[in-house]
């Protein structure tokens, strides 16, 4: 087994201004002989150890983990698994990156003083395994149960204060992972617990909407759009035996956001009507934990009333264990806008992380999983 360890320069420049008697310096370790993908630096975060590690799923896939902890701190900590989005990017944090997931993740892990886990999916980053746009939604999905588990079962971790945090898509594994385990609580971002036909359509007539569509065109397109997502994902047929049964409904294919010849936003056909096939609001009912759901105001990748459905759900199971916070001008990157017609555009936007960041770690707070 491999064993590096490299002190992070930003750490020992904190170190240097603070002149703390113990200040501990952070350091970056490898722990297995997982290669890297590429000639890149390790990630090296200010105040936090960072450990480089794998998980192995099988014969055939390794995939990369990151884990970071306060520089320094001994003992048991409480944790966060971070379920990422749906397209094929790495969650590895570059040093130069500024946009708004990589802004939201940096602070968060350096701010909140637990334990963070993330895992690069196959094919992505330095994981190793089926190509991430061949992936589908059940493969991707007991790759994240395998990284709760691994994450439940280190020994610095404190297995009582485990939360995940659900982003996008992740949004939408995180209470089926949830619903199978006794949590600390889950959060999560620009997601909902609707279907994801019901999600694929909003999606679809919101960019029609903000895309300035013909008022005309626009209610006979809905209904074209609906129709073919209801044989693509309710039924289970391709795109080309849609188009070949119906070739006037197979046109709409190429007019939907995200498409290409056997992908959609970058994924597999499975992978999606595999996704139409889950039952996340019955998997948000037998959530045991505190839940918190954010949404951006002008997030148009998700709607309001589907983040409310999660909070309603819950909170029939169990008064008052969920709250929905909404975070004014956000979209879904973090960035915000004068308007959701600008968020669409994305003209004239904002990096604005701190409301979201403040709000989780209040949050944690509250539960008990991080001091105040």
């Excluded at 895309?211 to 397109?221: C, H, I, Q, R, S």
């Excluded at 035996?241 to 992908?263: E, F, H, N």
Aim: charged content about 20%; hydrophobic content about 40%; overall charge neutral.
């Amino acid at each position: 087994m491999i064993h590096l360890v490299q002190l992070g320069p930003s750490a020992l420049l904190v170190c240097a201004v603070l002149v703390a008697p113990q200040c501990a310096v952070a350091a970056t370790s490898v722990v297995g002989d997982l290669p890297r993908a590429a000639d890149r630096p390790l990630e090296s975060l200010p105040g936090v150890d960072t450990e480089y590690g794998e998980l192995r799923i099988g014969s055939d896939t390794r995939l990369r983990t990151i884990v970071t902890r306060p520089a320094g701190v001994q003992g048991r900590l409480p944790a966060v698994l971070f379920v990422q989005w749906l397209s094929c990017d790495s969650i590895e944090i570059r040093p130069d990156a500024t946009d708004g997931w990589t802004t939201m993740l940096r602070r968060l892990i350096t701010d909140s003083g637990v334990l963070w886990q993330r895992v690069d999916k196959s094919g992505v980053g330095d994981s190793q395994g089926p190509k991430c746009s061949e992936l589908d939604y059940e493969t991707e999905l007991a790759q994240h149960r395998a990284a709760l588990r691994q994450l439940l079962n280190r020994p610095g971790v404190d297995p009582r204060r485990v939360v995940i945090f659900g982003a996008s898509m992740g949004s939408n594994m995180a209470p089926i992972l949830a619903a199978e385990q006794d949590l600390a609580g889950v959060v999560v971002w620009g997601g909902g617990a609707t279907t994801w036909y019901e999600r694929t359509l909003r999606f679809e007539r919101n960019a029609l909407e903000l895309g300035d569509t013909d008022p005309a065109k626009l209610a006979p397109e809905v209904s074209a759009r609906a129709a073919f997502l209801a044989r693509y994902l309710i039924q289970g047929l391709s795109p080309t035996s849609i188009a070949a049964s119906d070739p006037q409904l197979g046109k709409v294919w190429s007019r939907m956001v995200g498409t290409s010849g056997q992908t959609h936003y970058g994924r597999p056909f499975a992978f999606h009507q595999q996704a139409q096939r889950q039952n996340w609001t019955g998997a948000w009912a037998r959530v045991r934990a505190p839940v918190l759901a954010l949404y951006g105001e002008f997030d148009w990748f998700e709607t309001r009333d589907a983040a409310e459905l999660i909070v309603d759900v819950v909170n029939r199971t169990r008064a008052d264990a969920a709250a929905l916070s909404v975070v004014p001008g956000l979209d879904h990157h973090f960035v915000r806008y004068a308007n959701r017609r600008d968020a669409y555009r994305e003209t004239g936007g904002t990096v604005a992380t701190d409301p979201v960041v403040q709000a989780m770690l209040a949050w944690l707070a509250r539960i008990g999983v991080r001091r105040p």
